[in-house]
């Protein structure tokens, strides 16, 4: 039997490992400041308060597309960035659709924002808070020490069966044939118990080849940790940039050339490319162009396609507004997004959690947030871990059900280690 500890017992330092999304040039020297945390049913609107703590605390989040140069706060310190997450019912909340079945972590805000200053490399000093501008009602958490206990991991148990899996994507399809949706994502979602220190197993996760966004995000008796891929938007040099990824196959010359070739695939991943031009459209920047389409690159032992979209910042926008245009991801939701919303809501049984959302950073002078597939969560007992892909018309269920557990395979075998 495996039984969780109190996560005071065995949670990792907070200092352990990158902030997803961070500057290279700034990892090993962060100290958190102070963070903000929101959860669905605590009310509001999460896109405009994350906004507003993050401009509270020094960075230029109204306006993204400029340098900071405000004065900071009576007292603070210069901010490096902030490390940011959303959650995919969070994004849907902000752009409201449904949010779906509750999540299997419900310990887990569903935004997180943490702010962090730079140390010098020889200092040790551990998180200050009182340095942060926060309004009454905010929250603050942080994790506690670890110790070194063994690492032992438990049998996963998936939260429907492939027949589940498999009639969910049939169900899309019969969606699409009756003109309701032309693509929506389905995701399933699997756990399983542990003992010991979750850090070095989640620190294995975040080296994958191919995680652009390797890192690990902490909370008070929680973290996350991500190998994505994919970026769900960045703003660097004044263009705003979104990168989605569609379509699947083995990492072998056959199935690259099989991924190629694919008009299924192909089909599947042209649409989203069109639903993430109309979502940058929205936000009434310059004209949107394709700089890149169908591009192939690896991750772990997958082939996957990815373009590459962008549009010149013409006016200010500020991250709320980019937020509600890019949340949830068009990749991990479907088109229409709002009709696929729905669908997901009525066809999952659990609830996406941490995973097809967004992490990533938010810096003085860019945005770069990933969206987070390819993604864990832990909490005081167990490791949680989502898989799925797109549904089209002619996708095939079972063909769908192999892919998610390909996708999920070399997370699940980060997790357990050598000789797990």
């Known amino acids: ?172 399809r019969a969606a699409i044939e009756r003109g309701d949706v032309y693509q929506v994502n389905v995701v399933g979602h699997a756990s399983a118990p542990y003992t010991g220190d979750p850090g070095p197993a989640l620190d294995r996760l975040t080296t994958l080849p191919g995680a652009r966004y390797g890192g690990v995000l902490r909370g008070d008796g929680w973290a996350v940790a991500t190998a994505s891929p994919e970026t769900l938007v960045e703003v660097r040099g004044g263009r705003i940039i979104t990168r989605p990824i569609k379509g699947t196959r083995p990492a072998t010359d056959a199935g690259r050339r099989e991924l190629l070739a694919s008009a299924k695939e192909r089909a599947e991943h042209v649409m989203i490319v069109d639903l993430e031009r109309n979502d940058l459209a929205r936000l009434g920047a310059g004209p949107v162009r394709v700089d890149e389409l169908f591009a192939v690159r690896r991750w772990c032992g997958l082939w996957q396609a990815e373009s590459v979209v962008s549009a010149p910042i013409e006016r200010p926008v500020g991250l709320a507004e980019l937020l509600r245009a890019l949340c949830p991801g068009g990749s991990v939701t479907g088109a229409p997004k709002h009709a696929a919303l729905r669908e997901i809501a009525a066809l999952e049984p659990v609830g996406r959690g941490v995973s097809m959302g967004a992490l990533g950073w938010v810096g003085t002078d860019h945005v770069d947030l990933g969206l987070s597939i390819r993604t864990a969560a832990v909490d005081g007992e167990r490791v949680h871990l989502w898989a799925g892909g797109g549904i089209t018309i002619d996708s095939d269920p079972w063909d769908e059900v192999a892919e998610a557990a390909a996708k999920a395979a070399p997370l699940r075998a980060a997790l357990a280690g050598p000789g797990g």
């Open 1 to 172: 039997m495996f039984h969780g500890r109190a996560a005071a017992d065995h949670f990792p330092t907070p200092g352990r490992g990158p902030q997803p999304g961070s500057p290279a040039s700034c990892q090993g020297r962060h100290r958190e400041s102070c963070r903000f945390e929101w959860s669905v049913g605590d009310g509001g609107d999460p896109a405009e308060l994350v906004s507003a703590f993050l401009s509270r605390n020094g960075l230029p989040v109204r306006d993204i597309g400029r340098t900071a140069t405000q004065i900071h706060p009576t007292g603070a310190e210069t901010p490096c960035g902030a490390a940011l997450y959303v959650s995919a019912s969070a994004g849907s909340v902000m752009v409201g659709g449904p949010v779906g079945a509750p999540s299997p972590v419900p310990g887990i805000p569903d935004v997180v924002a943490v702010v962090h200053v730079h140390i010098e490399p020889t200092e040790s000093s551990p998180s200050v808070m009182g340095a942060c501008a926060i309004d009454p009602g905010d929250s603050a958490g942080s994790a506690s020490g670890a110790r070194p206990d063994g690492w032992r991991l438990g049998h996963w148990r998936d939260s429907w069966t492939p027949g589940e899996h498999a009639a969910a994507v049939s169900a899309v």
